[in-house]
């Protein structure tokens, strides 16, 4: 590459070295963006896959990048890595930042434990901490480094969300357990106070990574509105890619033996078949979301150039959940969410975010 290249900005993604975000990698080192923006990968420090090696056999000539470890489920250090990247675009080291591409995510289940609740060092449940509270975080101190003229923050949704879906009536099958935010609010789901009958630790944290995508999606829904309020971020675009459901994943590790056993030998050859006859129908491949990861991130045609809080179904506008779409509970959330993180005034830079 010559030294006097310049990268039109940054693209700043979690989760690459997992299954869809390695389909997502493959799908963005083809792009044409990889050779025209700096990328930063954050992981895990321990994260599964070969991201290094990916980047180094399949990554264009053109491409600049680097792999930033980090540990989500630490709030204090993904707050410090946020504002170490504000300060490397401010002091010029880093373009703008044009895409946050938000696809970490895990699913935690303590085998030792009757419901197999799992806790960070913060005492935090760990869905709500990597899922959503770590999302949160990133999202609100990059702000002031995002590119006001058309960043996109895209993140994955999922089914899990959603217990009208047919494969969520295992695990959502009280009226009590349909309610994703409940009375006491964030409170409940960040001290798991949920009581887990004997024999159902697994359908309780598939409950659990649903209320932390259920949270992801409302706030996405309330901070694009408070965008739109802001003249000067009016432009940044929030949207949300539901990737159906994907064997192949690093989420299937916690999961009971057969139900691996079932996804891996029964759900991907699905999987194949079906993203061939339908890129966005229910069983998709991890290549499959990737390709329609990259799509949302760079669309105009289909999305126009400004989308604003849309729920894709791999490349169709599709909706979330109702409960998603309660404006009082996305207030709450945002309201609640800021407390608990001690968001303090100089680190968000939107005007009116502490306001109703």
Known sequence: MPKSFVPKGTIIATGAAGGIGSGWLFSHLKSPQAKLYHTIY??????????REHLQNYAPSEHTYEIFPLDLSK???????????NKRVEEGELGRIKLLMLIAGAMFLDPTTKDGVTFTEDGIESHIAVNYLANYILILILLQSLDKNGA??????????????????????????????????????????????????????????????????????????????????????????DPGLVAGTTLLTPMPFYIRWIIMYLMIPIGIIWSFLWSSGRFRTTKAVGRALVWCSWDTMTLGQAPKGLYLNGTEISTSSKETYDQVKQERLWRETAELVRLKEDEVALKGWKEK
Request: hydrophobic share 40%; proline share 5%; net charge neutral.
């Open 75 to 85: 709030i204090s250090e993904v707050r410090l890595a946020a504002t170490e990247f």
């Open 42 to 51: 954050i992981v895990h420090p321990s994260a599964p896959g070969n991201l």
């Open 152 to 241: 996109r923050i895209i993140a994955t949704g999922s089914t899990t969300h959603n217990p009208s879906f047919l494969s969520n009536q295992g695990s959502f099958y009280s009226k009590e357990m349909k309610i994703l935010f409940g009375e006491n609010g964030l409170e409940d789901l960040v001290k798991a106070t949920e009581k887990v009958k004997m024999g159902e630790a697994f359908p309780a944290s598939l409950r659990r990574y649903g209320r932390s995508k259920w949270c992801l999606i409302a706030f996405f829904y309330e901070l694009q509105r408070k965008l739109d309020a802001d003249p000067e971020m009016q432009n940044i675009s929030c949207l949300l890619e």
